[in-house]
């Protein structure tokens, strides 16, 4: 098994950066890739970025050019910079693995708010 904190979330102004953190711990070695999610109310959750293991990336259409995610292999750790957020960013962010044996876990998340 995989556990999963995050950090990094709060309340920023539109046009403001934030950097959330997540740091895997348990069955470190089986990680694949890791990403981020993230659910505003009312909506589905959706993919926001992932990152291999070779380091390739993905971003949502609505987030590229804007935030930046990166992995740290040595502290089992992904990131995800987030730049020039806007309200649509608003939503409860929550950090996801994939193992190489097909699991998936997830972390409890963190709540991102940005006022206009």
């Known amino acids: 098994q995989v556990q999963l904190v995050e950090s990094g979330g709060g309340l920023v102004q539109a046009g403001g950066s934030l950097r959330l953190s997540c740091v895997a711990s348990?069955?470190?070695?089986?990680?694949?890739?890791m990403g981020w999610y993230r659910q505003a109310p009312g909506k589905q959750r959706e993919l926001v970025a992932s990152?291999?293991?070779?380091?390739?990336?993905n971003y949502a259409d609505s987030v590229k050019g804007r935030f930046t995610i990166s992995r740290d292999n040595a502290k089992n750790t992904v990131y995800l910079q987030m730049n020039s957020l806007k309200p649509e960013d608003a939503a409860v962010y929550y950090c996801?693995?994939?193992?190489?044996?097909?699991?998936?876990?997830w972390g409890r998340g963190t709540q991102v708010t940005v006022s206009s």
């Open positions: 996801n693995v994939h193992l190489t044996n097909y699991e998936v876990y």
């Open positions: 348990g069955n470190i070695f089986s990680i694949n890739t």
């Open positions: 990152i291999a293991t070779g380091g390739s990336t």
